[in-house]
């Protein structure tokens, strides 16, 4: 699987340990090394997207609960905003694979 952000492709059985121990989500056990990100679109009345990235563009995107369409764009990401999937679309999937 790639990372929506980077393009990284990472192995979902291989977990890595999150390399920025200064952060709040920062534990010492492996975890995935792609996390899912909810994005909240400019305009309000548009549709929430679901992004999957790796720890260091997690990092980079600072996320507090979500991620604002804004703030997807300002890394400047391989998959815009428009071209990932709809959160609506993504909910009760166990596996995001068909999207990514
Ligand atoms: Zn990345």
Same mark, same amino acid.
Not at 14 to 20: A, C, Q, S
Not at 47 to 60: A, D
Not at 84 to 89: E, I, V, W
């Given at each position: 699987m790639k990372c929506c952000g980077?393009?990284?492709e990472k192995d979902m059985s291989?977990? $890595?340990?999150?390399?920025?121990p200064e952060d709040e989500i920062f534990?010492? $056990?492996p975890i995935q090394p792609l996390l899912n990100l909810e994005c909240q679109p400019k305009d309000k009345s548009? $549709? @929430? +997207?679901?992004?999957?990235?790796?720890? $260091?563009?997690? +990092? +980079?995107l600072d996320p507090d609960m979500w991620i604002s369409e804004n703030? @997807?764009?300002g890394i400047n990401p391989i998959i815009t905003f428009d071209k990932?999937?709809?959160?609506?679309?993504t909910i009760g999937c166990?596996?995001?694979n068909i999207f990514f």
């Open positions: 980077c393009g990284a291989v977990l $890595e340990t999150y390399p920025f534990c010492n $056990e548009g $549709e @929430w +997207k679901l992004t999957i990235v790796c720890h $260091e563009c997690f +990092k +980079k703030c @997807w764009i990932l999937p709809s959160l609506k679309a166990t596996s995001l």
